[in-house]
């Protein structure tokens, strides 16, 4: 019962998921080329570039039309799909399990939720790492190296570089474990929260829908505030010297490396390049997942 209820819920997670990436898509792919315009060799006069929104979409459709916008949207559609699948599958099944120990009507605490999250946040990393790794460079891929799909860009990159490319930012993945965390824990707490006090006044503690839209907002905004220089340099390691007309042109020696370069070349604007709008896609995209979910 425990299995079936899992595989249901990493399907609907995952289907959610895919759904929220593919109404917003346009929008992140004008997120990941305003990350990773840090880390060129020019990256303070890209910086001042990068800052506007409007001119990275005017940048890419003039110089690459329309279709830019959506440059890698089926493997990074296989990506999200995949790695969501595999983190509701398995925070599902030990979720399960944990309430099987507990007494009847029993809810899970906030550290037991946490330390679920983590565990499947972990695994899914480092089975979807691979994955990822290559969908970035696909989706920067402009120069059309990889057009015969996800099984050449991976042969490609092992040939090229080796095995070990193909975990890029696996380490910052791993520092970014604390957003799911966040992000997850917060939207169980809350719920809670919001139920018990609709309880307290109403004769239901059934939540609405407009209460998982707000949830999930919030506690996505949370994550995303905690975590996102991070995730700037996840996207520039995922995507370095990889020949993509966008991309940087150099390797980054590490994670803190990168950190440490973007900091001290563009500073703390450089690591926060766009994180308003990507504050407002990940709100939205985890509102609309939890919600479906």
């Avoid at 979409?57 to 595999?86: H, K, Q, W």
């Avoid at 059309?144 to 099984?151: A, D, K, L, N, T």
């Avoid at 307290?200 to 996102?228: C, P």
Wanted: proline share 2%; net charge positive.
């Amino acid at each position: 019962m425990a299995a079936r209820e899992g595989l249901l819920h990493a399907c609907a997670g995952s289907t959610a998921s895919a759904f929220a990436m593919l109404v917003f898509y346009p929008l992140e792919t004008v997120r990941l080329r305003m990350q990773i315009a840090m880390a060129q060799t020019t990256a303070k006069i890209t910086l001042r570039n990068a800052k506007s929104i409007s001119y990275s979409l005017r940048s890419i459709v003039d110089n690459e039309g329309v279709a830019g916008l959506y440059v890698g949207l089926r493997p990074t559609i296989v990506c999200i799909t995949a790695s969501n699948f595999v983190y509701f599958f398995i925070y599902t099944g030990l979720k399960s399990v944990r309430i099987g120990q507990l007494v009847k009507g029993a809810e899970i605490d906030a550290a037991s939720n946490a330390v679920i999250a983590t565990v499947a946040s972990v695994i899914n990393v480092f089975v979807t790492c691979p994955l990822w790794v290559v969908g970035m460079q696909m989706k920067v891929d402009n120069a059309g190296r990889f057009r015969r799909g996800m099984v050449d860009c991976l042969k490609t990159t092992v040939e090229e570089r080796g095995w070990e490319s193909l975990f890029e930012g696996l380490w910052a993945s791993l520092w970014l474990i604390c957003t799911p965390i966040v992000q997850y824990v917060a939207y169980e707490q809350l719920k809670q929260l919001v139920g018990s006090l609709r309880g307290r006044f109403t004769n239901s503690s059934t939540l609405w829908a407009v209460d998982f839209f707000i949830i999930g907002a919030v506690a996505k905004l949370l994550a995303t505030l905690a975590t996102y220089p991070m995730q700037v340099v996840q996207a520039v390691l995922r995507t370095q010297n990889y020949g993509a007309k966008h991309g940087p042109s150099r390797l980054y020696p590490s994670t803190f490396g990168c950190l440490a370069i973007i900091y001290a070349e563009s500073g703390i604007q450089g690591l926060c390049v766009s994180i308003s709008f990507r504050n407002f896609i990940s709100q939205f995209h985890f509102a609309i997942s939890f919600r479906n979910k």
